[in-house]
């Protein structure tokens, strides 16, 4: 039980060079959640994954380390998302245009493993979202969302009102929830932007979405839960606001959101 519990709670990351294989996998009764990916080159080859070439002719090859694929992330959903494994060769080929061919270049996921029992609420801007559980049983948040995504939401369809679609999102609304419900039977709050600030520009229409399961305690937190070792520099999976921009999430927070999430799935 202990081995599957440090499972569970992990914040993934795996990491392959061109050539090789990446190999994501996840516990019985969970799937995977692609978080972010890169593929390209930002360090030099004697950093991560060497050059295959001769040094003598690599020499006479400008390494591109500002090189970027952006359709990095949509490839890993498409063969990724919601599955127990999935594994592939990595290679340009994959991702499309090679945008700095003749340099070698790396895939880094960052990952996590769903419990495949959760339940979703929403609620529209103003309105108030209820959470609750069963008698002896309390919330653990998984995680929540507030603003504008660009699938939008059944609950509360997007009024364009002349505006474009954008996506914006908090980047505080997942510590929110957990302080405001973690570990309570029942919990509710506004979805406004007086509770989690205002991260579209005005008159953009926002939701709430919070995922969360029930469990019979919120007392259990393993003495010590050591993430991944990232394979570059050691720094969380980045996450972004309406602008694509990097914000600043929580480490404490999204880890504190795992070890809920699966303590409540275990239990």
């Given at each position: 039980l202990t081995g599957y519990i440090s499972q569970v709670l992990k914040n993934y990351t795996d990491h392959a060079c061109d050539g090789e294989y990446i190999s994501l996998r996840c516990p019985h009764r969970t799937t995977i959640s692609i978080q972010s990916s890169f593929y390209g080159r930002i360090v030099p080859s004697h950093q991560l994954c060497p050059s295959r070439y001769p040094h003598s002719y690599a020499a006479l090859i400008k390494e591109d380390v500002a090189c970027t694929v952006g359709t990095s992330l949509q490839k890993m959903l498409d063969e990724c998302q919601d599955r127990r494994s999935c594994q592939f060769l990595v290679n340009s080929r994959l991702f499309g245009a090679d945008p700095c061919p003749g340099t070698g270049k790396y895939l880094i996921v960052w990952y996590k493993c769903r419990p495949n029992e959760y339940k979703s609420k929403a609620?529209?801007?103003d309105d108030k979202l209820r959470l609750s559980c069963k008698k002896s049983m309390v919330i653990a948040i998984y995680s929540a969302?507030?603003?504008r995504t660009q699938g939008g939401s059944l609950e509360c369809p997007?009024?364009?009102?002349?505006?474009?679609?954008?996506?914006?999102?908090s980047a505080t609304a997942l510590q929110i929830m957990i302080k405001r419900c973690h570990g309570k039977r029942s919990c509710s709050i506004f979805a406004s932007t007086y509770e989690f600030g205002d991260p579209c520009y005005p008159g953009i229409r926002k939701h709430l979405n919070v995922i969360y399961t029930?469990?019979?305690?919120?007392?259990?937190?393993p003495r010590e839960i050591t993430p991944s070792r990232l394979p570059v520099d050691e720094t969380p999976a980045p996450a972004f606001n309406g602008s694509m921009e990097p914000v600043g999430v929580s480490t404490e927070m999204a880890l504190l959101s795992n070890i809920l999430a699966a303590y409540s799935f275990i239990t």
């Open positions: 609620a529209c801007e969302v507030f603003g997007y009024q364009s009102l002349g505006m474009p679609m954008i996506e914006c999102q029930c469990g019979r305690s919120a007392t259990f937190y």
